[in-house]
């Protein structure tokens, strides 16, 4: 007579002890047992009459039977309450069963120890050790044939020591954890493949046991739990329980944890001892716990959340290394200056070019700014950026255009403006790179690093200068007065060529100022007397410039040298005097060494003279300039007893006409003057 107990409710509960009082009675008559549970009760006071648990062994609520939760080190065992019968000669010692297990471990493939199916003549396994032994025996007793125990393990780690195929492997054990027989674990599916499947997968797995004891044959058969049972066996061991089996055997299960660590779960249990068991009815089963969605979850949590932690993170970082790079390349753009856009320039690429306006990239001081070589990002142009500080917001709107106007000024002896930029307090020119600096540099005797030019170098620098200013002054469309000629601003192309550059810089100077004082921009020596006086730029001045200019290359030395002797502090002075004294080539730069054609010589120091007149209106204008430096038209007889040049020699006295302020001057004097930056500045 049978005994069913299916536990998944209280009417359920109620029949199975009351079948279990009839077959205490029955067992002893019959000699034989089945049993099926599709789960184990609902975990409050039934379970312990359904299941004989230890350790950490328990009934959840829903009726899931877990042998060890995933605490380290943990053993738990799970039998059928009481004792079944094996009496051999009496009873056949065949028996059936079919389970349903899952692992599900402490994260994706990493778990331990395994399960194992077994019967025991005893359910006192205090003795037995967690890990490797499964909670079956300890180091002592595995092996013992006192054990009088048979299992099937479901070994989800390798352990050499008992000679382990893998880790992920099922094994007849008896009483031993060396396996008789032990296979990986898998199943033919019903199309008869061979598939692995993994004990740690954390999804449940169906087991079929079945053993014969006329046949000595024992068969262990796998299969996921929703799948059908294969035909084949994994394992079909032969097996002689005779003498292992005892009278009374106890059924159930064992499991184990290591230092990795599973969560094993029996759902269903079936056992029979007469015949097959009974097949499982999935549909009943307890479901596994939601710890194991919450497990994927935190998993998923813990995968996700630094990523998103990072995420967020270098976001942050970002964004505060993008208000950085926002701070360091802000620029000041005004509604205004859209039109301006082809000709305006982002700070930031600027400042790739430039390497951040690093020192090594410094070219040198010009007018009203540092200078600083650079090669543009994309175009790989070389361009010299001049850093304009300027904090007045007034006039800018009218240099902008000023400068963007200039920006179309197109001459072979003008340095292209190419563009602009502007920062707060800050406007950032863009010209063209002229590989050979400026002039200056070749031209006084205070850098002699630089070879000097030979004649025809300079006449072709004093010619293309020349004809920039003509095209500045009547050429274009507008007039520009450039109003700071000097050698300094002259810069030498590849080829050295004289390039005109910085026009219209001197402007800037003109607007942020207040209006009650003019501001006169330029340089000393370089200025005309009635700019001084009146303040007004005009090509009158510029030409005025630009014979000081002439004087300075063909003489080779600065308007105002203050550590000269006193006659020749004065470079316009100096060569009037030479003239006066019958022989003006001794102003000549004596690094030419003679080198020069005389009559072009005479041509270049006698118009420098003119064009540096004092009386405004006998300065030639530049057209008259080109002609007479391309020999067009001949300088005039100007001689020191001619009415315009008999001012010549009185320079230095007549305070009121050239160099208004300049005459009287003590040496001391100067030198303070020339320190201020080279501006003058005059109250109106
Ligand atoms: C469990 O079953 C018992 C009867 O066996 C019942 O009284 C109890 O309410 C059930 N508990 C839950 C949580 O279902
Ligand atoms: C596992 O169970 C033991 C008691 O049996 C408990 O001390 C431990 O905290 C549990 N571990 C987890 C992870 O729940
Ligand atoms: C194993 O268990 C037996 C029986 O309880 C005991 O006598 C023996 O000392 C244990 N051996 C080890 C290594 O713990
Ligand atoms: C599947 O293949 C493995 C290795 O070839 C073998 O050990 C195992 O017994 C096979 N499984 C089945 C169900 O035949
Ligand atoms: C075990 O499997 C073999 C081979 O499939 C089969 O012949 C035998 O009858 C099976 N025995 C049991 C007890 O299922
Ligand atoms: C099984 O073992 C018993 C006891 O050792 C023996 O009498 C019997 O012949 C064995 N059966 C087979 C088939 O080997
Ligand atoms: C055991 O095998 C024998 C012979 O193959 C068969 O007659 C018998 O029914 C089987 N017993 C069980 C319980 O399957």
């Given at each position: 007579m049978a005994a069913a107990a299916a536990a998944s409710g209280s009417v359920f509960s109620f029949t199975f002890l009351f079948l279990l009082s009839s077959l205490a009675f029955t067992i002893s008559t019959q000699q034989s047992d089945r049993f099926i549970f599709h789960g184990f009760g609902n975990g409050t006071k039934n379970q312990q009459q359904l299941l004989r648990l230890d350790g950490a062994g328990e009934v959840l609520p829903n009726g899931l039977l877990r042998l060890t939760n995933a605490s380290a080190l943990q053993i738990g065992h799970a039998f059928f309450p009481r004792p079944l019968n094996f009496i051999r000669g009496k009873s056949s010692l065949s028996f059936s069963t079919n389970f349903v297990f899952a692992m599900v471990p402490q994260s994706p493939n990493l778990g331990g120890h395994g399960l194992a199916f077994l019967l025991s003549p005893a359910v006192d396994f205090s003795h037995a050790v967690a890990s490797q032994h499964l909670g079956l025996f300890n180091a002592t007793t595995d092996g013992a044939s006192t054990n009088h125990v048979v299992a099937i393990e479901l070994d989800a780690m390798r352990s050499p020591e008992f000679q382990d195929i893998d880790n992920n492997h099922v094994g007849v054990d008896v009483n031993s954890l060396i396996s008789i027989?032990?296979?990986?674990?898998?199943?033919?599916?019903?199309?008869?493949?061979?598939?692995?499947?993994?004990?740690?997968?954390?999804?449940?797995?169906?087991?079929?046991?079945?053993?014969?004891?006329?046949?000595?044959?024992?068969?262990?058969?796998?299969?996921?739990?929703?799948?059908?049972?294969?035909?084949?066996?994994?394992?079909?061991?032969?097996?002689?329980?005779?003498?292992?089996?005892?009278?009374?055997?106890?059924?159930?299960?064992?499991?184990?944890?290591?230092?990795?660590?599973?969560?094993?779960?029996?759902?269903?249990?079936?056992?029979?001892?007469?015949?097959?068991?009974?097949?499982?009815?999935?549909?009943?089963?307890?479901?596994?716990?939601?710890?194991?969605?919450?497990?994927?979850?935190?998993?998923?949590?813990?995968?996700?959340?630094?990523?998103?932690?990072?995420?967020?993170?270098?976001?942050?970082?970002?964004?505060?290394?993008?208000?950085?790079?926002?701070?360091?390349?802000?620029?000041?753009?005004?509604?205004?200056?859209?039109?301006?856009?082809?000709?305006?320039?982002?700070?930031?690429?600027?400042?790739?070019?430039?390497?951040?306006?690093?020192?090594?990239?410094?070219?040198?001081?010009?007018?009203?700014?540092?200078?600083?070589?650079?090669?543009?990002?994309?175009?790989?142009?070389?361009?010299?950026?001049?850093?304009?500080?300027?904090?007045?917001?007034?006039?800018?709107?009218?240099?902008?255009?000023?400068?963007?106007?200039?920006?179309?000024?197109?001459?072979?002896?003008?340095?292209?403006?190419?563009?602009?930029?502007?920062?707060?307090?800050?406007?950032?020119?863009?010209?063209?790179?002229?590989?050979?600096?400026?002039?200056?540099?070749?031209?006084?005797?205070?850098?002699?690093?630089?070879?000097?030019?030979?004649?025809?170098?300079?006449?072709?620098?004093?010619?293309?200068?020349?004809?920039?200013?003509?095209?500045?002054?009547?050429?274009?469309?507008?007039?520009?007065?450039?109003?700071?000629?000097?050698?300094?601003?002259?810069?030498?192309?590849?080829?050295?060529?004289?390039?005109?550059?910085?026009?219209?810089?001197?402007?800037?100077?003109?607007?942020?100022?207040?209006?009650?004082?003019?501001?006169?921009?330029?340089?000393?020596?370089?200025?005309?007397?009635e700019l001084t006086r009146l303040g007004k730029a005009t090509t009158g001045t510029d030409v005025f410039a630009f014979g000081v200019f002439m004087l300075e290359v063909a003489c080779g030395r600065r308007p105002v040298e203050v550590e000269t002797a006193a006659e020749e502090v004065i470079l316009v002075d100096w060569v009037v005097r030479c003239w006066q004294q019958g022989n003006i080539f001794k102003a000549v730069d004596s690094r030419l060494q003679d080198a020069y054609d005389r009559e072009e010589m005479e041509l270049v120091l006698k118009l420098g003279l003119l064009c540096s007149h004092p009386v405004a209106a006998l300065r030639p204008s530049l057209r008259k300039v080109m002609q007479y430096l391309d020999g067009d038209t001949t300088l005039p007889e100007i001689s020191l007893e001619s009415a315009g040049v008999g001012n010549f020699g009185s320079y230095s006295e007549r305070s009121d006409l050239y160099f208004s302020n300049f005459g009287s001057y003590s040496r001391a004097s100067i030198n303070s003057f020339c320190s201020q930056d080279s501006i003058i500045t005059t109250g109106r």
């Open positions: 027989d032990a296979a990986p674990a898998s199943y033919l599916s019903p199309d008869g493949k061979n598939l692995t499947l993994q004990l740690l997968s954390g999804r449940p797995i169906q087991v079929w046991i079945d053993y014969n004891d006329t046949q000595k044959l024992i068969n262990v058969t796998l299969a996921p739990m929703d799948g059908p049972r294969p035909e084949r066996p994994l394992l079909s061991t032969s097996v002689n329980l005779t003498d292992v089996l005892l009278d009374s055997m106890y059924v159930g299960f064992s499991a184990a944890t290591s230092t990795v660590t599973s969560e094993h779960y029996i759902l269903g249990w079936s056992f029979s001892q007469t015949g097959r068991a009974e097949q499982l009815d999935i549909s009943k089963l307890p479901k596994l716990p939601p710890v194991r969605k919450e497990r994927k979850k935190v998993e998923w949590i813990s995968i996700v959340f630094p990523i998103l932690a990072a995420f967020v993170l270098v976001g942050i970082g970002g964004f505060v290394v993008c208000l950085i790079r926002r701070k360091k390349y802000e620029e000041i753009c005004e509604d205004w200056e859209k039109e301006y856009h082809p000709q305006r320039f982002t700070y930031k690429n600027l400042y790739l070019a430039t390497h951040g306006f690093k020192e090594k990239q410094f070219l040198g001081v010009g007018g009203f700014g540092k200078v600083y070589k650079g090669v543009l990002p994309k175009s790989e142009t070389a361009i010299a950026v001049k850093r304009v500080s300027h904090d007045s917001r007034q006039g800018m709107k009218e240099f902008v255009a000023e400068i963007v106007s200039i920006g179309r000024l197109r001459h072979r002896n003008l340095v292209q403006l190419l563009g602009y930029c502007r920062r707060k307090g800050e406007l950032l020119l863009v010209y063209d790179y002229m590989p050979n600096g400026s002039l200056d540099h070749f031209l006084f005797k205070d850098d002699e690093k630089k070879p000097t030019l030979n004649w025809p170098q300079r006449q072709r620098i004093i010619r293309g200068v020349a004809s920039a200013l003509l095209y500045l002054h009547e050429e274009w469309e507008q007039v520009v007065i450039h109003r700071d000629i000097k050698a300094s601003n002259v810069l030498l192309d590849a080829d050295f060529n004289g390039r005109l550059g910085d026009f219209g810089l001197a402007r800037l100077h003109d607007h942020g100022t207040n209006s009650h004082t003019t501001q006169v921009a330029g340089t000393v020596g370089y200025l005309a007397p």
